[in-house]
């Protein structure tokens, strides 16, 4: 049994820290996660006659703190997975552990089963699971963890002040990966639009789709790799088998206007300026306000500045006028794809022929960028 033990034990504790830290490492990502489960929730809380009720304002209530949540859950993973690994309080841990994937295993039931959030974010961006997927890990650590708390008694638990001062140096780490990958990017970026990505061949299938295709022929069901000549089948479904061929990135394109300027942005050197929102416009206008030289060195260099972002046009230019920005092109991107792009508000990026060759938080943006342009 003690073998038993110890492996629940690695494992658990082993997935709860590494699941803690990806989100951690991505904080912002949780965050946009959470946030579409509280509107998922309040909408679907909302009665039929779609009139509010506290349950749906409760949820929406939520949403303005869904940073909050993603660094408070992702640390208390890592925390519970490093007191369950050195034994501190081990058996609260288990408790605490339990409460946590049972509330996890509702949430990918939910997504899984009414098919509502398509993906959970369980290991952010670094590995993609779906609902399916998601439903059945939680299960299978909801039965280890079920088994721990069972034998809880005979684990054993330590108070010894070396273990409290493991696990309040496990959750100041935490806090502080959180805090830096929110000021100055995630330290590990596993999003299409990372440094070094060519984003138009990202945005292209990387080989030919390759499908399976179920027809029925008198009652009984076949499964064919070529779509079949004899007209006397009559088609069921397709099923792609090599998804891994589909473009990483679907639904990035840039409009100024009713103009597409998506691919010019892929030519010779443009430097990108990503805004979320504008809503705390007197936080924004300072900070783009600091970028103000670089924003002049690049265009008196003739690189092209382009400010995408889902706000207004008109509030966006507005704003750069008051930050003293002048001839960059204002383009309208949708809203999830531009926190995709960079997790900062602004954040920046810059293109050499569809290459991206730097990406920056408005904290970390360098003052000039005259040594990466002469490369």
């Known amino acids: 049994m003690k073998n038993i033990d110890r492996l629940a034990i690695i494992l658990v504790g082993g997935l709860f820290i590494f699941s803690g830290l990806i989100k951690l490492n991505d904080p912002v990502g949780t965050q946009i996660k959470l946030e579409e489960y509280f509107e998922v929730f309040?909408?679907?809380v909302r009665p039929h006659t779609g009139n509010e009720n506290r349950a749906s304002h409760f949820f929406e209530a939520l949403i303005p703190y869904a940073l909050f949540?993603?660094?408070?859950?992702?640390s208390l993973e890592v925390v519970l997975g490093v007191m369950l690994l050195s034994g501190y309080r081990r058996r609260q841990a288990i408790g605490a552990l339990l409460a946590m994937i049972v509330f996890f295993t509702f949430l990918t039931f939910y997504s899984w089963y009414f098919n509502k959030v398509t993906d959970c974010g369980c290991f952010g961006d670094a590995i993609k699971l779906t609902p399916k997927e998601s439903f059945i890990k939680d299960v299978v650590l909801l039965l280890l963890i079920a088994y721990l708390f069972l034998r809880r008694k005979q684990l054993g638990s330590s108070t010894a002040k070396r273990g409290l001062v493991i696990t309040l140096t496990a959750a100041a780490l935490s806090v502080g990966l959180a805090w830096y990958a929110i000021a100055y990017l995630p330290p590990l970026d596993f999003r299409p639009y990372r440094v070094g990505n060519h984003i138009p061949s990202l945005m292209k299938p990387s080989a030919a789709f390759q499908y399976e295709y179920i027809m029925e022929k008198e009652g009984k069901q076949y499964v064919f790799q070529e779509y079949p000549t004899d007209t006397t089948y009559t088609f069921v479904d397709m099923k792609l088998l090599n998804?891994?061929?589909?473009?990483?990135?679907?639904?990035?394109?840039?409009?100024?206007?009713?103009?597409d300027i998506t691919d010019s942005l892929f030519q010779g050197t443009c430097f990108l300026v990503v805004?979320?929102?504008?809503?705390d416009d007197e936080r924004l206008l300072q900070r783009l306000s600091k970028a103000k030289p670089v924003i002049e060195e690049l265009i008196n260099s003739g690189v092209k500045v382009s400010v995408l972002s889902a706000a207004s046009p008109d509030a966006l230019e507005v704003l750069l006028a008051q930050a003293g920005w002048h001839h960059v092109v204002v383009a309208s991107i949708d809203h999830t794809v531009a926190k995709t792009m960079v997790r900062s508000n602004p954040g920046y990026l810059l293109l050499q022929?569809?290459?991206?060759?730097?990406?920056?938080s408005y904290r970390a943006l360098p003052a000039s960028l005259r040594y990466i342009l002469n490369q």
Request: hydrophobic share 35%; net charge negative.
């Open 243 to 259: 998804p891994e061929a589909l473009p990483k990135i679907t639904d990035f394109r840039a409009y100024q206007g009713d103009t």
């Open 69 to 74: 949540f993603s660094v408070l859950l992702s």
């Open 353 to 360: 022929d569809g290459y991206v060759r730097g990406k920056w």
């Open 42 to 44: 309040a909408q679907d």
């Open 275 to 279: 805004i979320h929102d504008v809503n």
